[in-house]
């Protein structure tokens, strides 16, 4: 099979991870979220208040994120104590470069295509991707569907904080990348998203 890289960026709420799985089935390729390192990280951080940055050992082992040996339920990775602590560290230059070089060998290693979403994927990880995306919404919208997601633990205005930290980051802030489609998804289900997806970047 021919090993191609597609890569979902865009702010909170947005639905890049219900997008991504999707295009990742309708592909037969590996489904990675880089969100999940951070929430993962932060998840661990906050049970191991002692461990710092550097003592950290990443990997990616079955599209799954095993932190210093221990891989998190997702359903643990998204109250609001992770959300808050997620955000804080993902300002750290030294854990965004840790990240970096973990997908990076993530990818290399894979013998399939690979769908990866996040805040920085085709700008800054994988700058030289085959194929990009750009998610977008209303403020509104993903505020309501992050609620959802978080049992109503990060409200509309979580989210609004979270683009500002995300936009003005001095490492590797949030932003359009180079030759990226963009697609404003806020009166589109998820089945038109993708299809706008697909038939526009002729995944098929």
């Known amino acids: 099979m021919e090993k191609f890289l ?9 639905g890049k991870t219900s997008v991504g799985k999707s295009i990742a089935t309708i592909l037969n390729s590996c489904f990675f979220s880089s969100g999940s390192i951070y929430r993962s990280v932060a998840k661990f951080l906050l049970n191991n208040k002692n461990v710092q940055i550097e003592d950290l050992k990443i990997e990616i082992i079955s599209e799954q994120c095993n932190v ?3 891989i998190f339920d997702e359903e643990d990775l998204y109250d609001s104590e992770v959300s808050v602590k997620s955000s804080e560290i993902a300002k750290k230059v030294g854990l965004r470069i840790l990240v970096k070089d973990c997908l990076i060998s993530y990818f290399e290693n894979l013998d399939k295509p690979l ?8 700008s800054v990880v994988f700058p030289d991707a085959e194929y990009k995306v750009y ?3 209303d403020l509104e919208t993903r505020g309501k569907r992050r609620e959802g997601q978080s049992n109503m633990e990060e409200t509309v205005s979580d989210v609004k ?9 001095e490492f590797s802030p949030l932003t359009i990348p180079e030759g990226a489609l963009v697609v404003d998804n806020s009166n589109l289900s998820i089945d038109e998203t993708i299809e706008i997806i697909i038939k526009n970047l002729k995944l098929r």
Request: hydrophobic share 30%; no cysteine.
């Open 161 to 169: 904080k979270r683009d500002f930290e995300d936009k003005n980051r």
């Open 135 to 137: 998610l977008d919404a």
């Open 6 to 14: 597609v890569t979902i960026d865009g702010p909170s709420g947005v």
């Open 115 to 122: 769908v990866i979403e996040g805040r920085d994927m085709g």
């Open 68 to 70: 210093n040996g221990v």
